[in-house]
């Protein structure tokens, strides 16, 4: 995690506190190399499975000939193509070197999303959300969550107006960080934007 040096932040069992000093922001988090590293190579396993698939022929399971017609061989020839498209993506991010997310005094910048800003949220919490929106096949992570006073201003424009007025009864949170491909825990980013926020409330 690259920290910035108007501040001081102190490690203590691997999470980064804010020592009391002088301002530590911009705080920069990156995609980590290493968990993106461990999904290609998740990713190569797939390949291989789908390459198995397509030899596979039903009286002789173990023969290395092709047959990529197959019941079979269709299924290997779908895995191979999804394994090879995600593992282009996490290769592609892994050469990206640009912060994913900047923290500075003005809120939260992300790349791929507009500004969030200290004065909108009350709080910072972690909760399990769900990742899915179909409940048999949903299950849920960790993310960090920003509760806003507004949260509305914070859902997609595409969202807000397929569900126009109704969208002031959302409950899922309009924002959510998770750290599954950035080179920070959960904790740790919760610790980072807690000290953001708390440092806008002592300035204002």
């Not at 590293?37 to 190569?44: I, N, P, T, W």
């Not at 291989?48 to 197959?70: A, R």
């Not at 950035?182 to 934007?193: A, K, M, Q, V």
Request: aromatic share 12%; with cysteine; glycine share 6%.
């Amino acid at each position: 995690m690259h920290v910035t040096k108007l501040g001081q932040w102190v490690k203590f069992s691997n999470i980064y506190r804010y020592s009391a000093m002088s301002s530590t922001l911009p705080v920069y988090i990156y995609y980590s190399k290493r968990k993106l590293l461990l999904l290609v190579f998740v990713s190569f396993v797939f390949d291989l499975l789908g390459l198995w698939c397509t030899t596979i022929n039903p009286g002789q399971p173990w023969s290395l000939s092709l047959h990529p017609f197959s019941k079979y061989g269709l299924i290997g020839i779908l895995v191979l193509i999804g394994g090879l498209c995600i593992g282009y993506v996490y290769i592609k991010k892994m050469k990206d070197n640009d912060p994913v997310i900047t923290i500075d005094n003005e809120g939260i910048k992300r790349r791929k999303g507009k500004t969030i800003y200290w004065q909108d949220i009350e709080s910072i919490e972690i909760q399990q959300v769900k990742t899915s929106s179909s409940n048999s096949n949903s299950y849920t992570n960790r993310a960090v969550v920003p509760i806003f006073r507004e949260p509305q201003k914070y859902y997609s424009e595409g969202s807000q107006k397929l569900l126009g007025n109704l969208s002031e009864y959302r409950t899922d949170p309009p924002v959510q960080f998770m750290t599954t491909n950035l080179n920070c825990s959960t904790d740790e980013l919760l610790s980072i934007l807690e000290t953001g926020l708390a440092e806008f409330k002592t300035r204002h």
